[in-house]
């Protein structure tokens, strides 16, 4: 099953959590005296304003967390296109070698990204990514040891050693820098809470209003389902994809 199946079922889930706990709170508070609801309208607006905060802060936290991804793919297109130009500090000689490497590193950067929604088939570039780290690093420093160029030495491994440790930040920002687990378990439970104590609240009407549970619970999962998808941007319907065109285009200034 994708990640946007997974996304929108589990949307859909909560979706339908709360209009049950809608009807269950409605159901609860005929029982127990609608009239005396007042008493409690403390408690529930902060139950409400809760997980207004919490919806508000996860979104906020997924939006940024969107937007660093894009600035870390730029920041290693830009990193890996200084490092590039830098080959030219080197003797003619030892250059195609490492130009060649260059290309076949950030063709296996770009599989990287591909594969990320595909944890089956990730090592295998993973595994490459890191194997041509390591032979341009040591190719590297043999170039800027047989040259003897002070500018090449400290220009180049510098830019080289920059290029391996965003590489680094980047994968593991995309695979791993999310918030536990247990925050979207609170917001579930959370939302399902609000719900019942809408439909608690509204117990003392004559008739249902679905329309207003409804449209509380659409607005809810909507809102969790947008967050989730953003969240991981590498999976769903919001995607980072577009800013990889700044990698594709370094790529083609190499050939």
Request: hydrophobic share 55%; with cysteine.
């Amino acid at each position: 099953m994708s990640y946007t199946s997974i996304a929108v079922l589990c949307s859909l889930i909560l979706l339908l959590g709360m209009i049950i706990a809608f009807e269950t709170g409605r159901r609860i508070g005929i029982r127990w005296l609608a009239e005396e609801q007042a008493a409690n309208g403390l408690l529930d607006g902060a139950v409400f304003g809760l997980l207004g905060l919490l919806l508000a802060f996860t979104f906020n936290g997924a939006a940024s967390r969107f937007e660093h991804r894009k600035d870390l793919v730029i920041q290693e297109a830009n990193v890996i296109g200084t490092a590039y130009l830098r080959l030219d500090l080197l003797p003619i000689e030892a250059q195609p070698e490492l130009r060649s490497l260059f290309r076949q590193y950030l063709d296996a950067r770009l599989d990287i990204y591909r594969e990320l929604d595909n944890p089956a088939a990730f090592d295998t570039p993973l595994a490459r990514v890191n194997a041509l780290q390591a032979q341009t690093w040591t190719m590297a420093v043999k170039a800027c040891q047989s040259s003897g160029s002070v500018p090449a030495t400290t220009l180049l491994l510098t830019a080289i050693n920059e290029m391996i440790d965003i590489a680094a930040l980047n994968t593991a920002t995309m695979r791993f820098m999310h918030p536990p687990i247990v925050i979207f378990v609170m917001l579930f439970i959370f939302a399902l809470l609000s719900s019942a104590l809408a439909g608690y609240l509204m117990a003392g009407a004559r008739k249902r209003h679905w329309a207003h549970a409804i449209g509380f619970a659409v607005m809810t999962a909507l809102t969790v389902y947008v967050i989730l998808d953003i969240e991981y941007p590498r999976n769903g319907l919001i995607r980072v994809d577009a800013v990889d065109q700044v990698l594709v285009s370094v790529r083609k200034s190499m050939d």
